[in-house]
Nanobody
Framework: QVLLVESGGALVQPGGSLRLSCTASGSMKGIYAMGWYRQAPGKQRELVANIGVTGVGPNYVDSVKGRFTISRDVEKNSLYLQMDKLRPEDTAVYYC??????????WGQGTQVTVSS
């Protein structure tokens, strides 16, 4: 079982920056990829960025390329999302996800990011 806890969401003005963190606890054995997803009101959850634990990737959705950076700290079992040049359309609940080679998928509870003046 893996528990994921996100933090770092906030209200920020357009053009601003935020850094989201996701801390994982429990058995990370078999986890081969982690990523950030987001869900805006009335929209489907979408992939923002992901990265393989063995260094594969990262991959970004086109709308965030050049503005967001995903990274991980293996020793701290943590995943990060540095978000720069934020836009109102980035407003969403951001979720951390971990995929296991045993077929399990784990989600965090989400953290709200609101970009507004």
């Amino acid at each position: 079982q893996v528990l994921l806890v996100e933090s770092g969401g906030a209200l920020v003005q357009p053009g601003g920056s935020l850094r989201l963190s996701c801390t994982a606890s429990g058995s990370m054995k078999g986890i081969y990829a982690m990523g950030w997803y987001r869900q805006a009101p009335g929209k489907q959850r979408e992939l923002v960025a992901n990265i393989g634990v063995t260094g594969v990737g990262p991959n970004y959705v086109d709308s965030v390329k050049g503005r967001f950076t995903i990274s991980r700290d293996v020793e701290k079992n943590s995943l990060y999302l540095q978000m720069d040049k934020l836009r109102p359309e980035d407003t969403a609940v951001y979720y951390c996800k971990a995929d296991s080679q045993y077929g399990m998928t784990y989600w965090g509870q989400g953290t709200q990011v609101t970009v507004s003046s």
